[in-house]
């Protein structure tokens, strides 16, 4: 099974802050990667597909980058609807399989 | 507008059978792929099933493999998922999800399954 590992666990940052957070796959996923963010007892929402595309109706805040073993998903500018819970999935391979998740708070 | 609206959750005692279904609204349901993923109290996100659009072929983590099997009924615009021999970890809130070429693109809001005697 392909492993994800996200960090941080847990971010505290500023609005206004550029953030970044970092998925890192067991073996090559190629650009097979999602990002969802899910805030607290929500379900999970779409925000990044194929590594940098963006989903319809995301602010253009966020963005995806890497390929291959490490992915990175960037705020350029914080703001407090974006406190969450961030996840990312492969899905180059089964089983399907997400990270722990990043959890950001605004300091 | 897409909806996904999960049922059939509740409290279950270790050994005994569930059956979660979802009804899909607002777009063609037998044009995806769909799959059910899980999250249990304060955990992360796990895959638990999928199924191709025609009902043809299913895939499982080892996890439910034998245990678990989702079905779809495109006549009603279904999706299913029956539970058998559940075990204390299988407590989650289970999610109803559209699969887009490997992804997830629309989840419903969730329904709660625990498992305790």
């Known amino acids: 099974d392909i492993q994800m590992t996200q960090s941080p666990s847990f971010l505290s940052a500023s609005v206004g802050d550029r953030v970044t957070l970092s998925c890192k796959a067991s073996q090559n996923i190629n650009k097979y990667l999602a990002w969802y963010q899910q805030k607290l007892g929500e379900a999970p929402k779409l925000l990044i597909y194929n590594a940098n595309s963006l989903q319809t109706g995301i602010p253009s805040r966020f963005s995806g980058s890497g390929s291959g073993t490490d992915f990175t998903l960037t705020i350029s500018s914080l703001q407090p609807e974006d406190v969450a819970t961030y996840f990312c999935l492969q899905h180059n391979s089964w089983p399907l399989t997400f990270g722990s998740g990043t959890k950001l708070e605004i300091k | 507008e897409v909806q996904l609206v999960e049922s059939g959750g509740g409290l279950v005692q270790p050994g005994r059978s569930l059956k979660l279904s979802c009804v899909a609204s607002?777009?063609?349901?037998?044009?995806?792929?769909m799959t059910w993923i899980r999250q249990a109290p304060g955990k992360g996100l796990e895959w638990v099933a999928s199924i191709t659009n025609t009902g043809g072929s299913t895939y499982y983590p080892d996890s439910v493999k034998g245990r678990f099997t989702i079905s779809r009924d495109n006549a009603k615009s279904t999706l299913y998922l029956q539970m058998n021999s559940l075990r204390s970890e299988d407590t989650a809130t289970y999610y109803c999800?559209?699969?887009?070429?490997?992804?997830?693109?629309?989840w419903g809001q969730g329904v709660m399954v625990t498992v305790s005697s």
């Open positions: 999800t559209r699969r887009i070429r490997g992804y997830f693109d629309y």
């Open positions: 607002g777009f063609t349901f037998n044009n995806y792929w």
